[in-house]
């Protein structure tokens, strides 16, 4: 803890902590979102490109392995590269440093850009060295043939040394060079750190008068409703609940609002803001003045330890409300905690925060109490929007409604864009022109306007307490245009092929990179799309503002050159190091010369235009990702051997239907995904990909030689027919690494082979299952029957975690190894028919978080039931069976942690229980979503609406928040005995 003269009270502290039985949170690792610890060592940060510092972070650590043993080098270019690493890591300090200023004048500026660039070019250079030594063809022909190869990879081994001796003698020149300038100029000399503060952004929020607020009463009336109502056995306990949202969403306004509405009802009350870098002292300071004047004035040279137990002492038997406002770590509340004493008073602590696990933390353990602050509705931005510049909605002018939406689109619900863009919009002519003009700059008005000013210092509050590591995976969403959906994995696969993420120790890469992407979705930095079963977010999407900020500042530091956006002016550099091509915005990019591009290391396109760079000058290439569905031709790929630098490479290009052979000299690709492609076998030269941790086809054939690719984690979607080798099926099985298996089973039950098939598909997937399976999925098009897993393959309880099967392929029964497998979290399972047993056959499963089963029909003869003790950690279920008899029941205690339920009910046979209509949905209390399927076949129209009437009785006595919907199918199998047959549209009822 960095608290002043509190630092030597550690001990003491923790003393206090530990009595209170607060949570301590452990030391060693940042936390995300999920919990989860990754390293942040000093060694481990150095080791990754930083948009700020260019490439040398990554470059010192290519230097150190050029030191060592595995490459034979020239005398005296090793004492070359001893120096190129001692002048790096001197220059790396030298930017670090200059990071903190908060406006380094234009020399320094100059400095820096010189230093990031230069960097970039001794890796690029560094790359094709290391490459060139470590290249020689594995597979010499024996005899003369073979001993002339290795003669001429000999002589052609010291032509390459004696190049990469001159290339480093080059760059040692241009190093000496740059330091040289640097301490003629006296750079370093003329840097001073300078202060970031400023008024506080905040102090508006304070002030806002109840009658100019939107939106804000529904926000308030749940908050109070949170701090002042709950179990009665809890009531009388302190209870702190937790606001959490990105900058600019309205987080004090809204506690403010709380305070002063809950005004009357405690006698001692205050408010206090903590800041990134908090004076705790001060804090302390302000509550007691607030709760306690007297005592504050008279006691002005107490230090922290002595504020806390006069504080405490005084609220120890007082009801209190507090609000502590803009907490950033958890650290800062662990002390001001300290301050408020646990009594039976009903006494109430309100935080605000930016980060959920700072809000979840701040309430811990009562983690439900954690509030989201969400952006604001079309309604109501449109009110705020119109009230600032008009008075009211209807006084906005006809031809200014269009353009209005357009700009409220991108404020995107954000209390503060709305009002600061409104704030400018009211100094301008009413003209569509002049509004259109402000839409297509409210990027770079960032940077320009005076009025835009406030909103950016909040949203650079959220960007300046990012660690250097996440600053870097945040600017590189500036690549993708305006509400993109950016795919969770795919992402982090392009991050560790660029070197954001640390590659060396014993952590796994892509775990890492998952922590990064869940931290900044913890920061609130991003919005999380399609949450998962695991509460996984599957993708995000970066805010329009957000946008805008990591777009100017992408820019300025040359770390994205994007073509396409209107929004912002691409500064003319002298080499691109990552390109962004949008031809959905505009078709008419010029692209810049070859000789720009040359040294791109990411190239990312979307849509189409009849010129796209060529990649035949592209050497340095790391990252090619090519998103134009139709249109571009498969001879784009022609000299795609070399890019020997490629380690990820995405089409989704549906005009591609071949890869050239010459794939297999991509020595470094380490992602490779065809999935959106039409191509229709893979080129036999894959195999030599010795890197590749990620294949990602559309039901191409398993290729003969798949046993070499030992580094594979991920192999989907690869199809075995009647011609697929049984070499190439045990060779499967020799994949150690293995982790996700995509199958699609192509032999049907009469074909002669499906014994032999068969048992070197189970041979193979159990050694996998002993190895780092955790994933399989198995999928056709066809109907076949999978009874070869059903007794033969035992997949280890301890490993396999998903398990998924296609609607067309079926079970005639739960195989036996499900019940044993006590880390499965999700089972899609097709089983035929469902019986009385199945379910009760799942229900015990410890660890299941994800079910779907589907059938064609139930054998039951009775209703289903789903005990009391059953599945009781299940957070999302899905039944399909159109013959489900007389459908579920779930008894009280059943699925307590359901939260997305969707289940079809028989009318016709549900009705046949003579009234009998209680589902047990009503004890399902966590539950958020709820689908009901109304199969209408043979009933009549008074016992659908019957049923549908039943089902909403029950969902009603859920929570407020459930998300109900009603689906009816067949209805022109409805008969209506009363009256002509139903021509009712009966659609989905929300």
């Not at 309430?363 to 109490?369: D, R, T």
């Not at 940077?447 to 959220?462: G, R, T």
């Not at 005009?655 to 999935?675: F, N, V, Y």
């Not at 066809?782 to 070869?788: A, E, R, T």
């Amino acid at each position: 803890m960095a608290m002043g003269r509190f630092d030597g009270q550690d001990r003491a502290f923790l003393d206090m902590a530990l009595r209170l039985d607060w949570p301590v949170l452990r030391v060693g690792g940042s936390r995300n979102c999920r919990g989860t610890t990754y390293p942040q060592t000093e060694r481990g940060m150095e080791a990754v490109i930083c948009a700020s510092h260019g490439a040398i972070g990554s470059l010192l650590r290519k230097l150190s392995a050029l030191l060592s043993d595995e490459y034979n080098l020239l005398t005296g270019v090793k004492s070359n590269i001893m120096f190129l690493k001692a002048e790096l890591e001197s220059i790396d300090a030298f930017l670090k440093k200059m990071y903190e200023v908060e406006d380094p004048d234009e020399q320094s500026m100059f400095w820096m850009k010189e230093f990031r660039e230069l960097s970039y070019d001794i890796e690029d250079i560094i790359d094709t060295s290391m490459f060139s030594l470590g290249y020689e063809s594995n597979r010499r022909p024996r005899g003369f043939k073979g001993f002339a190869g290795k003669c001429m990879d000999f002589l052609t081994n010291v032509k390459t040394r004696h190049q990469i001796a001159k290339k480093i003698q080059c760059l040692k020149c241009c190093v000496i060079e740059a330091s040289n300038r640097r301490a003629r100029y006296k750079v370093d000399g003329s840097v001073s750190k300078l202060s970031r503060t400023s008024i506080d952004p905040r102090l508006p929020s304070f002030y806002a008068e109840t009658t100019r607020l939107v939106g804000i009463d529904g926000p308030r009336d749940k908050l109070i409703k949170m701090l002042m109502e709950g179990d009665d056995t809890l009531m009388h306990q302190l209870k702190v609940v937790s606001i959490v949202g990105f900058g600019g969403l309205g987080k004090t306004t809204l506690a403010n609002e709380v305070f002063q509405k809950l005004e009357g009802q405690f006698k001692y009350q205050a408010f206090v803001s903590v800041s990134q870098k908090p004076e705790i002292k001060k804090i302390l300071r302000n509550i007691l003045s607030q709760i306690c004047w007297r005592e504050c004035i008279s006691n002005e040279a107490w230090d922290e330890w002595q504020l806390i137990n006069k504080i405490r002492q005084f609220l120890k038997d007082k009801r209190y409300l507090i609000v502590i406002d803009d907490i950033w770590s958890t650290s800062a509340w662990r002390t001001i905690r300290c301050a408020f004493p646990e009594n039976s008073c009903s006494s109430r602590i309100l935080t605000t925060t930016r980060i959920i696990t700072v809000a979840k933390y701040c309430c811990s353990p009562q983690h439900n109490n954690v509030y989201e602050i969400k952006p604001l509705g079309e309604i109501h931005s449109k009110s705020l929007f119109f009230k600032r510049i008009f008075g009211s909605e209807d006084k906005c002018p006809l031809h200014l409604k269009e353009v209005s939406n357009a700009i409220l689109r991108k404020c995107g619900g954000l209390p503060l864009a709305i009002i600061t863009v409104a704030s400018l919009l009211a100094n301008k002519t009413r003209t569509k022109e002049e509004w259109e003009s402000i839409q297509n700059s409210i990027g770079s008005a960032l940077e320009k306007d005076a009025d835009m000013e406030e909103m950016k210092k909040i949203l650079f509050l959220s960007y300046d307490d990012l660690p250097y590591h996440l600053k870097t995976c945040l600017l590189y969403l500036s690549i993708f245009p305006e509400d993109y959906e950016i795919k969770r994995d795919p992402l982090i696969r392009r991050w560790i092929a660029e070197g954001f993420i640390p590659t060396e120790g014993v952590h796994d890469v892509e775990e890492i990179g998952e922590c990064y992407f869940n931290d900044l979705i913890n920061r609130s930095m991003v919005i999380p799309v399609k949450i998962q079963y695991d509460g996984r977010a599957d993708a995000c999407r970066v805010h329009d503002m957000i946008l805008d900020l990591i777009i100017s500042m992408s820019i300025k530091e040359n770390f994205v050159t994007l073509y396409g956006d209107q929004n912002h002016k691409t500064m003319q550099q002298h080499k691109v190091r990552r390109l962004s091509l949008n031809y959905h915005a505009r078709e008419d990019i010029m692209v810049p010369s070859n000789k720009i591009i040359s040294h791109v290391r990411s190239l990312t396109i979307f849509g189409y235009a009849e010129y796209v760079p060529s990649l035949s000058n592209m050497q340095f290439l790391r990252v090619l990702d090519v998103e134009n569905k139709m249109v571009l031709e498969h001879n784009y790929l022609k000299h795609i051997q070399r890019l020997s630098q490629l380690k990820y490479l995405r089409l989704n290009v549906r005009r591609i239907t071949a890869l050239p052979e010459q794939l297999g000299e991509l020595h470094s690709l380490q992602t490779l995904d065809l999935r959106w492609t039409r191509i229709k076998k893979l080129p036999a030269s894959i195999v030599q990909l010795k890197r590749l941790a990620c294949l990602l086809v559309n039901n191409l054939e398993l290729p003969e030689g798949i046993g070499s690719m030992k580094a594979l984690r991920e192999l989907s979607e690869i199809e075995i027919n009647r011609n697929t080798s049984l070499y190439a099926l045990q060779e499967l099985g020799h994949l150690n690494n293995l982790r996700i298996l995509g199958l699609n089973w192509c032999i049907s039950d009469t074909d002669c082979d499906l014994q032999t098939s068969a048992d070197n598909l189970v041979m193979s997937l159990c050694k996998l299952g002993r190895l780092n399976l955790r994933s399989i999925q198995i999928q056709s098009y066809h109907y076949f029957s999978l009874d070869f897993l059903l007794d033969s393959w035992f997949p280890p309880p301890y490993l396999l975690k998903k398990f998924e099967m296609s609607i067309n392929y079926y079970f005639p029964r739960i195989p036996k190894w499900i019940n044993s497998l006590d880390y499965l979290s999700y089972l899609d399972i097709y089983v035929n028919p469902m019986y009385e047993g199945t379910l009760q056959i799942l229900a015990n499963l410890p660890s299941l978080l994800f079910l779907w089963i589907s059938s064609r029909e139930s054998t039951c003869k009775r209703r289903l039931s789903v005990s009391s003790n059953g599945f009781q950690c299940l957070k999302e279920f899905y039944l399909t069976c159109w013959k489900s008899g007389t459908g579920l029941m779930f008894e009280s205690g059943a699925m307590p942690k359901l939260e997305k339920l969707r289940v079809p009910f028989n009318a016709c046979d549900v009705c046949s229980l003579h009234g009998v209509m209680d589902f047990g949905i009503q004890y399902l209390s966590s539950l958020k979503h709820l689908h009901v399927e109304i199969v209408c076949h043979g009933a009549k129209l008074q016992e659908v609406q019957a049923l549908e009437d039943a089902v909403k009785r029950a969902a009603g006595l859920l929570s407020d928040d459930l998300a109900f919907e009603v689906s009816r199918w067949d209805e022109k199998e409805i008969i209506d005995m009363d009256h002509e047959p139903a021509e009712d549209n009966f659609g989905t009822i929300n």
